[in-house]
């Protein structure tokens, strides 16, 4: 049981520059968070459960964790090819800070007496931070119909772990921490169809999610049953190679129906 009281301020500024054939959107945010609050000096006796009277650096004393923040610089451009057509392209980095659960989890700190029985919260935890990079295309096929296809990447650095630790005593226990990588690359199809009342709309997402852990506590995990660590890249829990949803519609003045298709595919 823990209160916490964290600090999270966002600004950004952005600007919008317009030329004959082309748009540029350009801007940058400022993420901040403050955990306000203390974590042990040593992790491996963190609430000093452990009493070592002459040698001082193995007991703990709290200490007040870090603020984090981050500057995202953000671009996006478009470009009309003739009358009927429109490149896009758009690079941005994202700042999120993980739950607050990995933060204030076990916030007395105490070690239970077996293996594998816990996993501690660490205010010192970064936040996750993506790169995307974007580019498409839009194509007006006809006066009431237009296509547009999409292809992204994404680096996503600083995904929440949870690392082994240590106790004097040779207990273990997890810790969460900053050390998985994952990445997205993907495709985006749009359709859309206007006739007077009836209108269609359809979007289908062809996407590929790879990182070196499925979960927060997957290697924590698999130490725990003894099993080897993964050292390649695996598809992550969210991986869905699939989905397309559609919708229909008739609209008349005064009333009208819609009717929705949503397709995904299995996740891992």
Do not use: C
């Amino acid at each position: 049981i823990y209160s916490a009281r964290p600090w999270e301020l966002s600004a950004y500024v952005q600007d919008k520059m317009e030329f004959d054939r082309m748009v540029v959107n350009l801007g940058v945010r400022l993420d901040y968070f403050d955990p306000n609050t203390t974590y042990p000096s040593q992790w491996r006796n963190p609430a000093n459960q452990l009493y070592f009277p002459n040698n001082p650096e193995k007991m703990s004393r709290p200490l007040r964790a870090d603020p984090k923040y981050q500057i995202s610089p953000r671009l996006g451009v478009s470009y009309q090819l003739g009358k009927t057509a429109l490149l896009h392209f758009a690079y941005g980095h994202f700042f999120q800070m993980p739950p607050l659960y990995a933060m204030y989890q076990n916030h007395s700190h105490f070690v239970p007496p077996s293996d594998f029985s816990t996993v501690m919260g660490n205010p010192q935890v970064h936040a996750q931070k993506t790169v995307q990079y974007e580019v498409g295309l839009w194509q007006k096929l006809a006066d009431n119909m237009d296509l547009e296809v999409t292809v992204y990447y994404r680096d996503i650095y600083d995904l929440l772990s949870a690392k082994v630790i240590t106790t004097y005593n040779q207990i273990r226990y997890g810790l969460y921490s900053n050390k998985d990588y994952g990445n997205v690359r993907g495709l985006e199809l749009r359709y859309n169809l206007n006739l007077r009342q009836v209108y269609v709309s359809a979007n289908y997402t062809f996407q590929y999610t790879r990182g070196n852990a499925d979960s927060p506590t997957f290697t924590f995990s698999r130490a725990g049953a003894r099993m080897d660590p993964v050292n390649r890249m695996i598809p992550m829990s969210w991986d869905q190679r699939h989905t397309l949803n559609v919708s229909v519609g008739y609209h008349r003045p005064r009333y009208g129906a819609t009717i929705m298709l949503l397709y995904n595919s299995g996740t891992p």
